[in-house]
């Protein structure tokens, strides 16, 4: 199977513990046990070592199809993903069991979104890491634009980012749902509702768009710092536009997604998580336009070495 084929066969049930998580707070074991026995979170290392072999297309597709049922796991396991995707690099990766002493969690997470994920802080003190504990390293003065933590971007913004488009694909299923029951309560006349429906469906386009183009030309750059400034740019444009299909299912259904028992409440919280990640605008912004005058500024220079040496 491949990782969306799982990812599929796993988001009904998912979404049925989705509220319970919300409101609890609590870290999503229960899904991380099933996506341990269904084989996701093996999804991108290679079949010959044992797991699924996808690819950052199948990741990013898989991300997309949880992140309709259960944003916050999606989020959650994203942080495994990227890091075994990003494996071939040297960011420093260390992986401990929580049990090791020294070793303790501080719960810290009470936040507007994203409840689920339990994204606590985690405390070391004076805990030993042998050498066999470090998966990949990298210096701590390394700036993102070094390629070996450039890769991580490539693989941690593409995954990232089909969390959040599944969110505005499940709001889209939602705000049509509500047009086509014409179950609102803001008593509008059809006329506006079909507008509303198409800016809807305008905003999914684009936020749908953005995130397959953007896999298209991550996979497709050159070099990691090119897939670095791709993948920004995918998740800035995926998600801005994931934010948009939100609000305006909200407005197509009415009043009736203020209420906490409304889905519509939860991913409105949930998407909203997206600004959050970094590198969030306007530093993400800086950095594609950085990403894009080195690009100009390098081709520039070829050109003008072929025309001195063609003269």
Known sequence: MTMTEVALALR??????????????????????RMREAGYLRGLVPADLGGLGGDLADG???????????????LAVNMHHFQVGAATGEVLVVG??????GISVI?????LGMRGTASHDVLFED?????????????????????????AIKWFLPLLSGVYVGIADRARDEGLSAAWNGNNSSFRDAPLTEALVG???????????ALELGVQRVAAAPDPVAAMIAAITLKD?????????????????????????SLLERLVRDVRAARHHPPSAPVSS?????????????????????AVTAN
């Open 237 to 261: 444009a995926a998600t801005e536009s994931a934010v948009e299909v939100v609000d305006l299912a909200v407005q197509i259904a009415g009043g009736k997604a203020y209420f906490k028992k």
């Open 127 to 151: 805990v030993r890491v042998p050498a066999s504990a470090i998966a990949a390293r990298l210096p701590a003065n390394a700036p993102a634009w070094d390629p070996r933590f450039a890769n």
């Open 60 to 74: 990013v597709s898989a991300q997309r199809a949880l992140g309709w049922a259960c944003a916050s796991t999606a």
């Open 199 to 209: 800016q809807l469906e305008t905003a999914h386009f684009r936020a749908a768009a």
């Open 107 to 111: 719960e810290t997470w009470d936040t």
């Open 96 to 101: 401990l069991p929580m049990s090791l002493p």
């Open 12 to 33: 009904g049930e998912f979404d049925g513990r989705a509220a319970d998580l919300d409101r609890a707070g609590g870290f999503p074991t229960q899904n991380y046990a």
């Open 286 to 306: 800086q950095m594609i336009g950085r990403g894009v005058l080195q690009q100009h500024e390098a081709v520039a220079a070829v050109e003008a070495a072929v």
